[in-house]
Structures are given as C-alpha cells and as structure tokens.
C-alpha cells in the first residue's frame, strides 16, 4: 500500500525568504512522485514530477524538488518565494502501471509581504 | 483546447437521497479519475475509468460507483448520502496511457453538501 506524509500543514514564511515543504512516501512498490498546486477557489496543477533519471527536478516557476530514495522523500524548495506563492501545495505517488494518484493531506503555504 | 469540466459546480442534498456528478475531459483524453477532498481525510481516490471500463479503484464503499460513455464522458454515483460524503469532488483525466506518469488534468470540482 502506499501512503504519503506532509507533516507540515501549515507554513508561513517571508516574502523572498527560502522555503522547504517536505514530503515522505512508502510504498511497496516502484512508484512516481508529484507535486501538485492548489490557488485559492481553483483546481490542482502539477507544479512537478519524477519519473526517473535525474534525481532534481524543477518546475519553471522556480520551483525544485529532489528525490531521495534512501530516505523516500521528495521534497519541495524555493529559494525566494513571492506572494504568488500562496497555495496549498499536495505531494503525490502514483503506481507504475496504474493511473491512481495517492495524496498527502497537502501543506499551506502563506507568503506573508 | 478546452479544460476539464465539472457539472454541477454545487449541489446540496440531504441524507438517504443518491447524485450524480458528471465530468467532461479534455477532448482526446480517454481516462477520467475520480477523487474525493475533504477537510479531514483530504485528497482520496475513488476511481479510474478508461475506454468506458473501471481500471482502478480505491477504497471506497460501494455506495460510490461511476461509470464511463463511449464519448468518455464520465459520471459518478453516491447512493444513500451520509452526512460525510460532503466534500469537494475532483476528476481529472489523461490520455490514458497505462504507466501512472501521465499528468492529469484537474476540474474545478463539484462542491457536495449533505444536510
């Protein structure tokens, strides 16, 4: 079975301040890992994933998150965030094979001016 | 190219009573997922529907149930309502391509309230 922890469900932080949203994962099996982002009273957009390969990943909104398979984390980081920024923000694993995405219960972000 | 498309986008009802919940993706997409958020449980999958027959599913009760048209459109089916089948209901869909590293494309959601 596949579970994934974001045990941090809140963040508040600085405008251009650094930020780090973690994100753990067990699984049984191989899986891929996502980031999705979720902007007030809109949908979920992934922000990033990995499938393999390189274990650093970046969205283009500056966004990166790397892939650490000893520790089973994918964490999230900015180095400056911006009032934009503000969003609940969900880490995900997917099955190899199979088309179901499992949910961490996501992390607010709040970029305070 | 148009997103995917939630009907309705809010719908009250009140327990024992079943909805249906429809969701149009994106033109040439073939897989339609469902997910259920709500404050407590947050983001869960129900199911995944593809060339209209269920390829995967969570973990839900059999009250849940959906199903896929030849235009993949798809609908999903919440009988006898509990209170705690209020949630927001996301689909989102893909081309269908079996391998779990497609992207989906999220609807806006339909926001269910059970009285």
């Known amino acids: 079975a596949q579970s994934v922890t974001q045990l941090d469900s809140q963040v508040p932080v600085f405008e251009e301040a650094p930020v780090e949203l973690r994100c753990n994962y067990s699984s049984s099996v191989s899986v891929y890992l996502f980031w999705y982002v979720q902007y007030p009273n809109q949908g979920l957009q992934l922000l990033l994933k990995?499938?393999?390969?390189?274990?650093l990943v970046e969205s283009i909104n500056g966004f990166e998150a790397e892939f650490n398979k000893s520790q089973t984390s994918f964490h999230l980081r900015k180095p400056s965030v911006h009032i934009s920024d503000t969003a609940e923000y969900f880490c995900a694993v997917s099955e190899i094979e199979a088309n179901n995405l499992f949910f961490g219960t996501g992390t607010r972000l709040t970029v305070i001016p | 190219k148009a997103g995917v498309t939630q009907t309705p986008r809010y719908l009250i009802k009140t327990r024992g009573q079943q909805v249906t919940l429809s969701c149009s993706p994106i033109s040439g997409h073939r897989s339609v997922s469902w997910y259920q958020q709500t404050p407590g449980q947050g983001l869960q999958f129900l199911f995944e529907y593809f060339s209209e027959t269920q390829r995967n599913k969570g973990n839900f009760p059999g009250r849940f149930s959906g199903r896929q048209f030849s235009n993949s459109r798809s609908e999903m089916n919440v009988s006898t309502l509990e209170l705690g089948d209020s949630a927001l209901y996301l689909c989102?869909?893909?081309?269908?391509?079996?391998?779990?590293?497609?992207?989906?494309?999220f609807g806006p959601g339909t926001r269910l309230l059970v009285l």
């Open positions: 990995y499938l393999s390969g390189s274990t």
């Open positions: 989102a869909s893909s081309s269908g391509l079996a391998g779990g590293f497609e992207t989906q494309y």
